[in-house]
Each structure stands twice: as structure tokens, then as C-alpha cells.
């Protein structure tokens, strides 16, 4: 459903389901910082992190304001 003349999506329709495009951008980031982890992990360069769980919800945050930015237009 677009909102108006423009072409900024309100919701997704996924199988049926409306789905909200931040919902989506949520998924993304959190599977891109979990690859993140993964990676960080195989190079041993967790240890460097005095907290990594806090490390981890960064990126999750970091990845999620530059996927809002980038996939979402205004």
C-alpha cells in the first residue's frame, strides 16, 4: 500500500502478511552482524573486546542505521 502519489511503501505483503519495511531492515541487520560475529570469531578478534555481547548489539545498531538509511528513502 502506497501512501499518497509517492512510491514509499507503507507495509510489505509477504505470503499474505503485512510486514512493515522496518521490520525487514531489523532481519537484515541482525543477520548481517551475526556474519559479523561469525567472521570476528574465525579471526580470533573477539578477544580484543572487553564486553563482546555489548560489542555485538553495536553492530546490530550500526547495521541497522545504515540499512535504514540506505534502504529506506524518506
Known amino acids: 500500500v502506497c501512501n499518497g502519489g509517492s512510491m514509499i511503501p507503507r507495509e510489505l505483503d509477504i505470503l499474505g502478511v503485512y510486514v512493515p519495511p ?5 532481519i537484515c541487520a541482525l543477520v548481517a552482524a551475526w556474519a559479523t560475529s561469525l567472521l570476528l570469531n ?3 578478534l573477539w578477544r580484543y573486546f572487553a564486553n563482546p555481547q555489548i560489542a555485538f548489539l553495536s553492530i546490530i545498531v550500526l547495521f541497522f542505521a545504515a540499512f535504514d538509511t540506505l534502504l529506506l528513502p524518506v
Open 42 to 44: 574465525r579471526l580470533r
Open 22 to 26: 522496518i521490520l525487514i531492515v531489523a
